[in-house]
Structures are given as structure tokens and as C-alpha cells.
């Protein structure tokens, strides 16, 4: 509530000057202990005399001389341990780094016999490295990196040791290097002109919106009218090996397809070999059979091959020969219940169609610095790199999971071998030189999760870059003898 206008006091006031009284001092001092506090400057201390406010100084106090030299000291004090805690965080960084390097070397040397060696020249070249280093400090330190010494000028052996260095690395390891230095430079421009043609490529689909057609679409929804000879027989494989936290959603996911059950067959490949998790999955896959969705539990005794070996056993059963396409789905990966009628309908009319590959979807891309990265890399590779290779060359590698394969495709190229870890680009790649076309639409996604850790990051980055070399090693005769044409 306001306070009422005070009437006695202005009438005073205004009396007060009526009469020329001064009823404002000319200054008012005050003085405070607090910090410096200047209030503006020597012109703003005199007031105007018909002015109805005071004009209040705040002198400052007498400073103590000792005080601030003692405060500049301990501000001195206080930044320098701050450098030396920051410098001696750095010094722990820098040798935790290089013992962690020291015991991976030895515990991949101990662990793996079959790479013993490479990992033990790898230890004795860091070591050759690390005593080189020293060496060239010590020479620094000495003065000889700006007036080095010759062999002919050189008193101490030390001296003629280094000159005899510095001539072998100008006369034998300069040339190479340098030779090493102007490949590498090709190489980025190589690749940075791919990635600039793959984001005008990117563009130009944007700009002219291409997108594949589908030469039908079914509808959405189930009726009562529709006709099951329109529904091609479609077999899913869900590949998994220990999957505790995610078999169940995938489960899930698949078994409510919008799809006719009589059309539909569910494969669940199961590499584990932990019993607690065989039971539960049996647990679910039996859960689905009682509410009429076909679904079958297939577990391998001897886990040859890993995925490949996985998928090609099941491959293997007299049934496949009924069903047409073969949906493949990782044990994290969820469709949506549209996902086979917006992916089958592409290969109506296709007969040398051979794949249709989804994009992914990441569920968790915020949840920390690591996903967001991620989802930086992956989103590049499918908005980019997998549509614009899909419209213009017909050929991209398969991911492995959330695609449709032809399974006449899949058994003319030769099915899935465990010759690499990348058996995905394996068959891609066969498929695409037996003349099989791929399909990539970037509209359909299917759900999934990104490593959150760095460890599950690692792993996952290690099985899909372990196997591309050796992949092209295989395949580079047969590429070159190619006369595909796109």
C-alpha cells in the first residue's frame, strides 16, 4: 500500500524558501570504512542552490602502505600456486599418458601371441623415440642446435656422435620423410575434395528434393479387405549375443509390425553364452508365441564366425526357401510398426534391387559430450555420404542392421562369410559387383542407442574399422575386373 503524501512537510518547505533560508548544506561529508568508493567526480560535489536534494561526498580512508603490500603479496602468492598446481596436474597428465601407452604395448604383446612381434617392435621403436628425444634435448641445451659440430671439427666422441647424426638424418630420413609429408598432403586434398563434392551433391538433392519412388504404398493401418498375395513373405533376423539390458524392446519392436502374421516369420539368433540371459529371452520369445506372432529361438552351440557365422547358419534352414526379403535389426536397434510397409514396397517393379537401407535414429544423442559428437558423425554419414552415393552411384555400404535384403541377392553373391569383421561391407560389396543396386531413403528411421561410454565407444569403433583394409586386400583384384556400371 502507498504512503500517503506527506502535505506538512512540503508546505515548510516551501516557506522555508519563501523567506531565503538555506535549507540544503553546501556539503555533507560522510565518511565510511567500507572499500574505495568514489561517487562521480569534484564538479558533482556542489550543488545547485534550488536543488531539493543533498549532495553526499564519501571520502575515502587513508590508505595503510603496509596493508597493500602485504595484500599484493598474498595475491602473488596465491596466483603462483595456482600456475603450480595447474603445471604439475599437467606433468601427472603427460606421465600417466605415457605409462598407459607402456602397458597397453605389453599387455597386448602378453595377451596376443599372433601379434607378439608387431607389438614388440612397436616397444622398442617408442623407446628408440623417446632416447632420440633426450638425445636432441641434451644436444639443445648444449648449444649445438644453432652451431652444430662436423665430424672434422668434433673434440669429444659425443660431438662426433651427434655430427654424424645430423648427417644421417639430412642424407637417409630427410628425403623419405619429406616424400611421406607431400603424400600426405595429396591424400587430404583427395579427401577433401570428396567431402566437397559429397556436400554439393547433398545440396543439389535438397535443392531438386530426389527422393526414390516407390512404385506402391500399402496402407496404414490393418483392414479388413486387404489381400495377403500383396504382402511378400518377409523373414526377420534379430542377431544378439548377451544383450541383458535391450533384447527385450527389440523384441517388442519387431513382433508388433504392421504386417500379416501369416506373412511374417521372426528369427531370434541368440550367440549367448551367459544361461540367466537364454532364459529370458526364451521367456519372451515364448511370451510372443502365445499371442500368435511366428517367432522362433535359435541358439548355436559353437559360435564360429560371430555375426556372419550367425546369420549365415540361420540362413541355412529348409524354411528360408518360403520368404523373399530378410529385415535384419541389431539387439538395440527398435523400428517403428510402418517400418516393412514403407521399405518393401521399393522393391516392386525392382527386380535388380537388392537392399534398402534406413537411416538411424539415436534415442539418446543428448545425453552427454560423447553422444552429441556421435550423432555429428553419423548424421553426416547418412544425410551426406550414404544419400548422396545412393542417388547418383546406386552403390553405399550396408550398415548391418535396419535394412531389407532380396534373399536371392544375398545367396548369389555367396552369403555371409567371416573372412573380415566387416561382413556388412563384405556382402555389400560383392553384391554391387555381382550387379545388385541399392536403395538408401533417408525418411524411414529406425530408433537405436549411441555408446555412452567411452570403453563401449571404443569397442564399437574397433569392429568397424579392424576390417576395411583387409577387406580391400581381398577385393581389390575383383574390383578392378568389374565392368559394373552404374
Not at 157 to 165: G, L, N, P, Q, S
Amino acid at each position: 500500500m502507498p504512503r500517503p503524501p506527506n502535505y506538512e512537510f512540503q508546505d515548510w518547505w516551501n516557506k522555508q524558501r519563501e523567506n531565503g533560508h538555506d535549507v540544503v548544506p553546501e556539503k555533507y561529508e560522510c565518511t565510511t570504512n567500507s572499500d574505495n568508493i568514489n561517487n562521480n567526480n569534484n564538479n558533482n560535489n556542489h550543488h545547485h542552490p534550488n536543488s531539493p536534494f543533498l549532495t553526499v561526498e564519501i571520502r575515502n580512508p587513508s590508505s595503510d602502505p603496509a596493508v597493500d603490500k602485504e595484500m599484493r603479496a598474498r595475491s602473488v602468492r596465491q596466483l603462483s600456486g595456482i600456475y603450480l598446481l595447474k603445471l604439475q596436474q599437467i606433468a601427472y597428465s603427460v606421465v600417466y599418458a605415457v605409462i598407459y601407452v607402456v602397458r597397453t604395448i605389453q599387455s597386448r604383446s602378453a595377451s596376443d601371441s599372433s601379434h607378439s612381434r608387431f607389438y614388440r617392435a612397436i616397444k622398442w621403436m617408442l623407446i628408440l623415440v623417446i632416447s632420440l628425444l633426450c638425445f636432441e634435448l641434451a644436444a639443445y641445451f648444449k648449444g649445438w642446435h644453432f652451431s652444430p659440430p662436423t665430424a672434422e671439427t668434433a673434440e669429444l666422441m659425443v660431438e662426433f656422435v651427434y655430427a654424424t647424426w645430423l648427417q644421417v638424418r639430412a642424407d637417409y630420413l630427410a628425403p623419405p620423410l619429406k616424400s611421406l609429408g607431400h603424400t600426405c598432403i595429396v591424400l587430404f586434398l583427395i579427401q577433401s575434395l570428396d567431402r566437397l563434392v559429397l556436400v554439393i551433391g547433398c545440396a543439389w538433392i535438397k535443392f531438386k528434393k530426389v527422393k526414390p519412388k516407390a512404385a506402391m504404398a500399402y496402407p496404414v493401418g490393418k483392414g479388413d479387405d486387404e489381400d495377403l498375395e500383396d504382402y511378400p513373405m518377409v523373414l526377420v533376423q534379430i542377431p544378439m549375443c548377451n544383450e541383458r539390458e535391450v533384447y527385450g524392446q527389440s523384441i517388442a519392436a519387431v513382433c508388433i509390425q504392421d504386417w500379416p502374421k501369416e506373412r511374417m516369420l521372426v528369427q531370434i539368433l541368440d550367440d549367448s553364452d551367459d544361461l540367466d540371459v537364454q532364459l529370458l529371452i526364451k521367456a519372451e520369445v515364448l511370451k510372443w508365441q502365445q499371442r500368435g506372432v511366428h517367432i522362433i529361438y535359435r541358439h548355436r552351440l559353437i559360435r564360429s564366425g560371430y555375426k556372419a557365422g550367425n546369420l549365415n547358419s540361420a540362413m541355412g534352414c529348409d524354411y528360408v526357401k518360403d520368404y523373399e526379403f530378410v529385415a535384419i535389426f541389431d539387439a538395440d536397434f527398435q523400428p517403428t510398426p510402418d517400418f516393412l510397409k514403407k521399405t518393401i514396397p521399393y522393391f516392386k517393379g525392382n527386380d535388380d534391387l537388392a537392399l534398402v537401407q534406413t537411416r538411424w535414429s539415436f534415442v539418446n544423442k543428448d545425453e552427454n559430450l560423447l553422444t552429441r559428437l556421435q550423432n555429428i558423425n553419423l548424421s553426416f554419414h547418412f544425410e551426406v555420404e550414404q544419400q548422396v552415393n545412393g542417388v547418383f552411384i546406386n552403390f553405399f555400404g550396408f550398415n548391418g542392421t535396419a535394412g531389407v535384403w532380396r534373399i536371392k541377392a544375398l545367396e548369389e553373391c555367396g552369403g555371409w562369410l567371416d573372412r573380415t569383421t566387416v561382413e556388412d561391407m563384405d556382402i555389400a560389396v560383392r553384391a554391387h559387383l555381382c550387379g545388385w543396386k541399392f536403395v538408401y531413403v533417408n525418411d524411414v528411421k529406425c530408433l537405436c542407442e549411441l555408446p555412452e561410454s567411452y570403453e563401449a565407444y571404443k569397442k564399437q569403433q574397433h569392429r568397424w574399422h579392424s576390417g576395411p583394409m583387409q577387406l580391400f586386400r581381398m577385393c581389390f583384384i575383383d574390383i578392378i575386373r568389374s565392368k559394373v556400371r552404374s
